[in-house]
């Protein structure tokens, strides 16, 4: 799954890439695709994990966009698609995919160096959005090109799966 992930930020358009990690399998599995940042305190939740990103983020760098890593049907078009609105002069310091009703967003989401100072107050599970649905004023949204779809369980995983499933091996007599 990451490694689609990698994939999308890559051809999206992203110069930097960090993969913020925990787990051993995350950190083989990456390998030497991304640059790898470890959170010795992801299990204090998803906003520990934003702020180890954030700060190890090149001085550069004037947004960041955050993927999920359980997002694997994202791909580089939507990527492509919200950098390029985030760019656009007078857009918002914050562009994210919406989810069509009611302004509502969802990640990925492209979050503007201006915002990373009150990003690295955060507590908790809610990442971004502890900030950004406080103050909608904050977000643009672009249309997702891709599938959103979470996989925090073993049957979204099933699920996932069925959609690109594997060619059965050949036997070899």
């Known amino acids: 799954m990451i490694k689609s992930v990698i994939e999308a930020a890559s051809d999206g358009g992203c110069h930097q890439i ?6 051993n399998e995350v950190m083989q599995a ?3 695709d991304a640059e790898l940042i470890h959170n010795p305190r992801a299990s204090t939740g998803m906003a520990s994990s934003l702020q180890a990103g954030l700060r190890a983020l ?3 760098m004037e947004a960041a966009l955050v993927l999920l890593g359980d997002q694997p049907m994202v791909g ?3 990527v492509a698609a919200l950098l390029r609105a985030w760019r656009q002069e ?6 994210a995919v919406s989810r069509g009703e009611g302004g509502k967003w969802a990640p990925p989401v492209v979050l503007a160096r201006e915002l990373w100072d009150e990003l690295m107050t955060l507590k908790g599970d809610a990442g971004a959005r502890q900030v950004l649905d406080q103050r909608p004023e904050l977000v643009d949204t672009v249309p997702s ?4 779809d979470d996989v925090d369980t ?5 699920n996932i799966v069925k959609l690109f499933p594997r060619p059965k091996p050949t036997q070899r007599a």
């Open 145 to 148: 090109l891709d599938r959103l």
């Open 90 to 95: 007078g857009s918002r310091p914050a562009v």
């Open 76 to 78: 580089s078009r939507t």
């Open 30 to 32: 990456v390998g030497r």
């Open 18 to 23: 960090l993969v913020v990690y925990s787990s």
């Open 154 to 158: 073993p049957e979204d995983y099933a």
């Open 58 to 60: 090149r001085s550069d």
